[in-house]
């Protein structure tokens, strides 16, 4: 039987589903009695709606769980649920008149196959019947209708005047170079007069007193890329007109920027034109030829396994096929009491109370049993209880001694942060970013506070309308200490909640490190201090005497340009960016102007709240978004960062390719189209239509295909943090001479 009985029984239990740490998936789960005296017969019903009647019919069963969601998915995803350790699965048998569990259900594995339904159905159980009409589509979870041309209203039913432009093949994807196309613009509920084609150069095509026309464009060109306007004038003089955009791509298995390489592409693996093979999940390599090295997973190999204990790791899905003596997701966990070996499945013999190796089932008897099976008696024992107790002593009293040096250093000390005014700062930092708020530790603010008399601000090395930063140095214990004081100029709400995500960004670096055990150093810029009790407000930062990136790469002549020795800056942003990652929070602006060179040559990522605030605002744009009134860097913005203004981490791996450009140009500032300068309508509609930045010249392909994976329209599709440092190490390597190689270990 079940222990769910008692905690399940006529209620409801929300559990936690994921098919990755980023996709969390909440479901209700439901315990149904099928003993049908005890069970209420309108809830069997209700159960009978889901499952078959042979299962609820079968006498096997005495209870089932059901699990019920909404969730869109559109491809194949497996989604593991944990069940809370309260609530676990116990099923137990009787060994020697003695209760033993033989399983444990902690998590379950469901893998979502999405089908739809079928065309007039909709809804949950895909039993409600669509009402649209002349060839509308029917949403599968609401049924509201998707009305084709010429038609409007709730059902589709109620005539519209209007034009269409449709292609043949009417598959976006597959229309190749040096196919033939057919552009078709049909009028519907109009008498047209003239109707015409524009192509993207500004040509057109027309015809007189017809309602439909075909143009058909053979042997298309990469240059005919773009949007196709389809205008149609009725007899009194209206006009009606709609638009597609075309995008050509190479032939099946080629890419390049003429369509002129083969991919050769292997496990099914796409062949994109810039990317070049898109590999499975699993698979890595040019030609997509290697499975994952060993501890790696996922699409790019880019995702590190959790497995534990000498697990193996799918490479890819990252499950973890445990050892024996192991169970759990990542293999964490030791067999449950009196279970070992593989899968947990063999049942320990030891008696009297032993503890039974989680591996190969072996007993550690207690005193004073003995034996293979700890059931035989000891004829004598020793107990050498004075020898275990005279370290103990020793161990009590140096501990004691440790906690008073502590104590007198000031590291045990407790300090008394304002309280009122740090709960006040985390309630404006929850509107925010939640995650943020929740990664700092009580007394987090008190922790950093300096004293501003310690302070001695030198001179202005950055400024803007609302902030600027001084070089400055702080008075401390030891000695006197360079540092770069950050701070706001304009007195209002926007500029102080800045400062205070910028601050507290920084705290949750630190703490993160200290967390980690400061296993390498961080590329994000080390903060030093705050100073937030006096009318000036200060971010106390370390000092880069070498600047920014953006100024180092426009001071460096050709002849001194070398890639390789630049991509090692990429390198630390990447590894910045899995840093930021592993706290979920954003940057918002990575860009070559806002990293920072210190003495000892590292790039470091700085300027988290005020960025638009210290440096000249032509690298912003004031958005025009309704309710937003803001300087935005739309250049280096994803593309749903600039509709929607949110930001994530995959968005700024598409501003992290933008830096890239600007490191294989030496700093140039981004163009699209030739144009440097872009309003906000206008970066929109371009990165819409597809385009994206150049390859700039001298820059080798396979950085460029990393640009244009970072700038994918879907954020999911983008590499990781972590993939990206990879292929950036694979690709300095070999444009580095032989004996750089031999000589470097790490960067």
């Known amino acids: 039987m079940s222990t769910l009985k008692d905690i399940w029984y006529n209620g409801r239990r929300q559990l936690t589903c994921r098919a990755g740490p980023e996709q969390p998936v909440f479901l209700v789960g439901e315990l149904f009695n099928l003993d049908l005296g005890r069970e209420d017969k309108s809830r069997i019903q209700k ?124 598959d976006p994807r597959h229309i190749f170079l040096s196919s033939n196309v057919a552009f078709h613009c049909r009028v519907y509920n109009l008498d047209a007069k003239t109707i015409s084609l524009r192509f993207p150069n500004g040509s057109e095509k027309r015809s007189n007193d017809e309602n439909n026309m075909t143009v058909t464009v053979s042997n298309i060109q990469l240059t005919d890329s773009g949007y196709y306007t389809c205008t149609v004038f009725d ?95 990542d293999c964490h966990k030791p067999c449950p009491n009196r279970r070992f070996g593989r899968r947990c499945q063999q049942v320990c013999t030891c008696k009297n109370n032993a503890t039974c190796d989680n591996v190969d089932g072996s007993c550690t008897c207690v005193t004073p049993w003995t034996g293979r099976n700890c059931d035989q008696l000891q004829t004598s024992r020793d107990e050498p209880l004075l020898e275990s107790l005279v370290p103990l002593g020793s161990l009590v009293v140096l501990v004691a001694i440790v906690a008073a040096i502590l104590y007198k250093t000031g590291i045990l000390a407790c300090s008394a942060p304002n309280t009122r005014e740090e709960d006040k700062i985390l309630f404006e930092l929850r509107k925010m970013e939640e995650d943020l708020a929740q990664s700092l530790q009580p007394g987090w603010l008190g922790r950093w506070e300096k004293k501003i008399h310690h302070l001695t601000p030198g001179p202005l090395i950055g400024e803007g ?222 990165l819409r239509q597809g385009m994206r930045m150049k390859r700039p010249s001298g820059c080798p392909e396979d950085l460029y295909r990393l640009m244009r994976a970072c700038w994918r329209d879907v954020p999911a599709t983008r590499p990781t943090p972590e993939g990206m440092e990879k292929r950036l190490l694979q690709l300095r390597r070999t444009l580095l001479p032989p004996e750089a190689i031999q000589m470097e270990t790490a960067l």
């Open 235 to 329: 007899k009194k003089g209206h006009s009606v007109n709609a638009t597609i955009a075309v995008d050509i791509h190479c032939p099946l298995n080629y890419k390049g920027v003429g369509c002129d390489e083969v991919c050769d592409c292997l496990q099914g693996a796409d062949c994109d034109r810039w990317a070049g093979c898109v590999c499975p999940p699993g698979w890595t390599g040019t030609n997509c030829q290697t499975k994952c090295p060993h501890g790696t997973y996922g699409k790019h190999c880019a995702k590190y396994c959790n497995c534990q204990n000498e697990a193996i790791c799918s490479p890819s899905d990252g499950r973890c096929n445990c050892t024996d003596g192991w169970y759990g997701t």
């Open 465 to 686: 309308m609302f902030g600027l930063v001084r070089r400055a140095q702080l008075r401390t214990r030891k000695r006197q200490l360079d540092v770069a004081a950050k701070t706001v100029r304009v007195e209002d709400s926007q500029s102080y909640r800045d400062f205070y995500r910028e601050a507290a960004i920084l705290v949750a670096v630190h703490q993160m490190q200290e967390r980690d055990g400061n296993e390498r150093k961080s590329n994000i810029i080390r903060l030093v201090g705050l100073i937030t009790k006096s009318a000036e407000k200060y971010i106390l930062l370390e000092y880069a005497p070498k600047g920014d990136l953006l100024g180092f790469l426009r001071g460096i002549k050709n002849e001194e340009y070398a890639l390789e020795n630049l991509l090692g800056y990429a390198v630390h942003i990447a590894r910045a960016l899995q840093e930021l990652e592993r706290l979920r929070i954003a940057h918002r602006d990575v860009a070559a102007r806002n990293v920072l060179i210190t003495a000892d040559d590292l790039a470091k990522l700085a300027d988290f709240g005020l960025a638009r605030d210290v440096y000249a605002t032509t690298q912003y744009v004031r958005a025009n978004r309704p309710g937003v009134d803001e300087l935005l860097p739309l250049k280096w913005m994803a593309l749903e960062s600039i509709e929607t203004g949110e930001y994530t981490c995959e968005s700024d791996v598409w501003s992290f390719g933008v830096l890239l450009w600007e490191i294989a140009t030496l700093g140039k500032d981004p163009c699209y189209d030739g144009r440097t300068q872009l309003s906000f309508l206008q970066m929109v509609g371009i």
């Open 47 to 170: 159960l009978r709606q889901f499952i078959p009647n042979s299962v609820v019919d079968d006498t096997k069963h005495n209870f089932i769980v059901l699990l019920t969601s909404f969730f869109p998915a559109k491809e194949v995803k497996l989604y593991s649920c944990k069940l809370p350790s309260s609530q676990r699965i116990l099923l137990r048998t009787t060994v020697d008149d003695r209760a033993v569990e033989i399983a444990s259900v902690e998590y379950v594995d469901i893998e979502i196959r999405p089908v739809g339904c079928p065309v007039g159905k909709y809804g949950f159980l895909c039993d409600k019947n669509c009402i649209c009409k002349n060839g509308a589509r029917c949403h599968g979870f609401n049924g509201a209708c998707k009305c084709p041309p010429g038609w409007n209203g709730v059902a589709c039913d109620i005539p519209q005047q209007d034009v269409s432009v449709t292609t043949t093949p009417s």
